[in-house]
């Protein structure tokens, strides 16, 4: 069964970056397209940005130019850099499969944007 864990998050001012991490234990990592999501306080989780196998990516609307999502599949490792953060991104980041996710999610990792 795979497994993820989130890292890397923190509290930052506007404007600020943070470079968030994944690992996920398992098989078949190299297999799917892997994405980033988050939920925020009173909200529903929402994709952020995805990178397919071959590496395409695709990112939510408001995050285009601002984050990176980027893997490495001989570590099992994903990651997504953010940068230019605004306060509507402060909520909790977690990893899972590409529009496909597993029904077990990690801990996530707290990113909290404010002045």
């Known amino acids: 069964q795979v497994q993820f864990v989130e890292s890397g998050g923190g509290s930052v001012q506007p404007g600020g970056s943070l470079i968030l991490s994944c690992a996920a234990s398992?098989?078949?990592?190299?297999?799917?397209?892997m994405g980033w999501y988050r939920q925020a306080p009173g909200k529903q989780r929402e994709l952020v940005a995805g990178?397919?196998?071959?590496?395409?990516?695709e990112y939510e609307a408001s995050v285009k130019g601002r984050f990176t999502i980027s893997r490495d599949n001989a570590k099992n490792t994903l990651s997504l850099e953010m940068n230019s953060l605004k306060l509507e991104d402060t909520a909790v980041y977690y990893c899972?499969?590409?529009?496909?996710?597993?029904?077990?999610w990690g801990q996530g990792t707290q990113v909290t944007v404010s002045s």
């Open positions: 899972n499969r590409y529009r496909s996710p597993l029904v077990g």
């Open positions: 990178i397919r196998t071959g590496g395409r990516t």
């Open positions: 398992g098989t078949f990592f190299s297999a799917y397209g």
